[in-house]
């Protein structure tokens, strides 16, 4: 079976400052991850996604994770982030064992002050 | 214009109605999901469909329906709504596999009275 946990429900950072949201995957197969954004009334969009090889990824947005697979991680970073970013972001996870299902976490609200 | 399209934005009905939400793609994916998202924005896959095959999440209720005419259409039908059926209803579609990003429609917000 596979989990993920956002353990930060809400981030609050001002303007101008990095960032660092937290997601930590359960897996006993070889995940693929993956982070979403929502903003305010919209799907889900793709941010970044990691299958295998350089475990740093960049993605849209100056925004990039870190594949660790001795801490079960996969942590999104951006180095200023801006008031725009407010929106919610999801940590996502798959497998080769199970095609049809992309599991989710529960989302981090993250507040941009400006 | 190539994306995922949900119609209607909004919908509102009493206990007992019946209701049906369209989505359309135009990607060129295989497969297609509905995904139901609550009040906390907590995600829960309800069905996932492809020409060859339709995956049901079995903790959702049997009201709920998908029916589908073809790959780049899966509607949501619920026989009877309940008040906790009110939640954002996301569709979503993909290629076949579990490595290919879910490009996702806006929602379709339920409100059951």
């Known amino acids: 079976a596979q989990s993920v946990t956002q353990p930060d429900a809400r981030v609050t950072v001002s303007e101008g400052a990095s960032l660092q949201l937290r997601c930590k995957y359960s897996?006993?197969?070889?995940?693929?991850l993956f982070w979403y954004v929502q903003y305010p009334r919209q799907g889900l969009q793709l941010l970044l996604k990691y299958y295998s090889g350089d475990p740093v990824v960049q993605g849209v947005n100056g925004f990039e994770a870190e594949f660790s697979k001795s801490n079960s991680s996969f942590h999104l970073r951006k180095a200023s982030v801006h008031w725009s970013d407010s929106a919610v972001y999801f940590c996502?996870?798959?497998?080769?064992?199970?095609?049809?299902?992309?599991?989710f976490g529960k989302g981090t609200h993250l507040h941009v002050l400006p | 214009e190539t994306a995922v399209f949900q119609t209607p934005n909004y919908h509102v009905t009493q206990v007992g109605n019946e209701v049906s939400f369209n989505c359309k793609q135009t990607?060129?994916?295989?497969?297609m999901y509905w995904y139901k998202q609550d009040s906390k924005k907590l995600l829960k896959i309800m069905f996932s469909y492809n020409n060859k095959q339709l995956i049901v999440n079995e903790t959702v209720p049997r009201r709920f329906s998908p029916q589908s005419s073809d790959k780049a259409h899966l509607n949501l039908r619920i026989k009877s709504v309940e008040p906790e059926d009110s939640a954002v209803y996301l569709c979503?579609?993909?290629?076949?596999?579990?490595?290919?990003?879910?490009?996702f429609g806006p929602g379709t917000r339920l409100l059951v009275l």
């Open positions: 897996s006993s197969v070889t995940p693929y």
């Open positions: 990607l060129g994916h295989d497969t």
């Open positions: 979503a579609s993909s290629y076949w596999g579990r490595k290919d990003t879910q490009y």
């Open positions: 996502a996870v798959s497998s080769d064992t199970n095609a049809y299902k992309v599991i």
